[in-house]
Nanobody, 125 residues
Framework: VQLQAYGGGLVQPGGSLRLSCEVFGFTSNYYTVGWFRQAPGKEREGVAYIADSTKFYAGSVKGRFTISRDNAKNTVYLQMNSVKPDDTAVYYC?????????????????????WGQGTQVTVSS
């Protein structure tokens, strides 16, 4: 299984960006995906998670970011709107085999089985 994250770049405060995470190697759609981010000197933190119709968001991005999934393309998206300088980080996607996780688990990176390489998002004027 491999994950490939892309779509990062430089964006101005208040702007938008869409990240993509392509998932290769699963023989079915029986997996869930989370987006995480890590800023310099900080811990990796959960941003958003999707499992079928279930979606979870970190409080810092709720209402601004939207996670979605296209099973036909094996791709999970993170639409980032109204971005702020604090959103600057390397963004990673992680996948976990099986059914959805509980709300208390999705934001902990140790529960994921596979990771992509990360894509840099920089919010600056």
């Amino acid at each position: 299984v491999q994950l490939q994250a892309y779509g990062g770049g430089l964006v101005q405060p208040g702007g938008s960006l869409r990240l993509s995470c392509e998932v290769f190697g699963f023989t079915s759609n029986y997996y869930t995906v989370g987006w995480f981010r890590q800023a310099p000197g900080k811990e990796r933190e959960g941003v958003a998670y999707i499992a079928d119709s279930t979606k979870f968001y970190a409080g810092s991005v709720k209402g601004r970011f939207t996670i979605s999934r296209d099973n036909a393309k094996n791709t999970v998206y993170l639409q980032m709107n109204s971005v702020k300088p604090d959103d600057t980080a390397v963004y990673y996607c992680g996948a976990r085999r099986g059914n959805r996780m509980m709300a208390s688990m999705w934001g902990q990176h140790e529960h994921y089985d596979y990771w992509g390489q990360g894509t840099q998002v920089t919010v600056s004027s």
